[in-house]
């Protein structure tokens, strides 16, 4: 059974920066891919950035430049640096992985940006 646990996520002004990461209970160079969602209140969940096996990158046009995943394989981590944030990029964040018998999800974790 894979599980992913999200964690850095919390309050933070607009304009701010903030780091969220993912760790996984197995080796993440076997999953073919793993990413970042995100669900606004009362909307639906979206991709925002994916990364693959081989480190190629990803991102959502709304994050694109602000934003940046990254992966240690040693570590079992993926985190989702987020910079100049937004009162729109508030929302639960959610990390998956994705291997060839299915994808995987977090619990999520929450990022309040304040205006």
């Known amino acids: 059974q894979v599980r992913l646990v999200e964690s850095g996520g919390g309050l933070v002004q607009s304009g701010g920066s903030l780091r969220i990461s993912c760790l996984a209970s197995r080796n993440i160079f076997s999953f073919n891919s793993m990413g970042w969602y995100r669900q606004p209140p009362g909307k639906q969940r979206d991709l925002l950035a994916s990364?693959?096996?081989?480190?190629?990158?990803n991102y959502a046009d709304s994050v694109k430049g602000r934003f940046t995943i990254s992966r240690d394989n040693i570590k079992n981590m993926v985190y989702l640096q987020m910079n100049s944030l937004k009162p729109e990029d508030t929302a639960v964040y959610y990390c998956?992985?994705?291997?060839?018998?299915?994808?995987?999800w977090g619990q999520g974790t929450q990022v309040t940006v304040s205006s």
């Open positions: 990364i693959t096996s081989g480190g190629s990158t």
């Open positions: 998956t992985a994705v291997d060839r018998r299915g994808d995987y």
